[in-house]
């Protein structure tokens, strides 16, 4: 049995790792190739884009994929649209690994938008230093906004950005001491972050509430229609393990 996993996440490196070595089963991971030093996961690993609906289509049935795995990042819809179509064209199982959303807590103060657009307008009256952590591919949405902006990301970015604008290169895990510290030295007015989930970043949100920062949170996009979901490696190894993921291909 031959598992395609679209990967790029804490999850899809999990993922593999539960299922590299097992009786029978192949994996292969697809990274897109955004991170200049991605960390690897176990098994077959090959990075860069399919060429859209049909360039999946067409490695799923040259390679004898049997199931699909889009455990890509909650944001990077277009890839999971393309898998939910390539998955029906080439009829293979599909599951989509999604790690859950932030849940506000008591003292948040969020204020929750569907798009990056929609988070650059948001913040007009929030404050003038913003913490901008939703990664270096979408800063043109902020390219005109008057605030300054500490903008965090693992590798520079190389797109339109604000005019007045500090890039700190890093990659999380992501303390709590540590976001504290950033938002005290940098005098944080607002944080602006995608819902992304997942422990791995969620201290910002903590240190947020902490010293009363308000936070803008860019909502999720949907998965497609039809498409089941885990929220953990180990229920995605069990679906692989299970009825889902043991479905014959057919051609």
């Given amino acids: 049995m031959h598992v395609l996993i679209l990967g790029g ?29 991605p960390r690897l996961p176990a098994g077959e690993v090959r990075i860069g884009g399919f060429g859209g609906v049909d360039g999946l289509v067409d490695w799923i049935r040259a390679h004898a994929v049997d199931a699909v795995i889009d455990a890509t990042h909650p944001f990077a819809e277009h890839i999971s649209f393309h898998a939910a179509a390539a998955a029906a064209t080439a009829h293979v199982p599909l599951l989509a690994l999604r790690r859950p959303g932030w849940v506000p807590e008591d003292g948040d ?30 800063l043109a949405s902020f390219a005109a906004c008057p605030q300054w902006f500490l903008v965090r990301s693992v590798d520079a970015p190389d797109t339109p950005m604000p005019a007045r604008t500090e890039i700190l290169l890093d990659r999380g895990p992501f303390t ?76």
Avoid: C, N
């Fill in 9 to 37: 996440t804490t999850e899809a490196r999990a993922l593999a790792g539960l299922l590299h070595g097992s009786a029978g089963l192949r994996v292969t991971s697809s990274l897109a190739g955004r991170v200049a030093s």
């Fill in 109 to 138: 103060d969020w204020r929750s938008v569907a798009s990056l657009e929609q988070a650059a307008h948001a913040l007009d009256g929030l404050g003038d230093r913003v913490f901008l952590t939703t990664g270096r591919l979408g």
């Fill in 176 to 251: 709590l001491d540590a976001e504290r510290k950033i938002l005290a030295h940098h005098r944080i007015d607002v944080l602006v972050t995608k819902d992304s989930g997942g422990a791995a970043t969620a201290p910002k949100l903590t240190a947020a509430r902490e010293a009363g920062v308000p936070v803008v949170v860019v909502r999720r996009p949907p998965v497609p229609e039809g498409v089941p979901r885990a929220a953990t490696p180990e229920e995605a190894a069990a679906w692989v393990f299970g009825s889902g993921g043991s479905q014959t291909r057919s051609s």
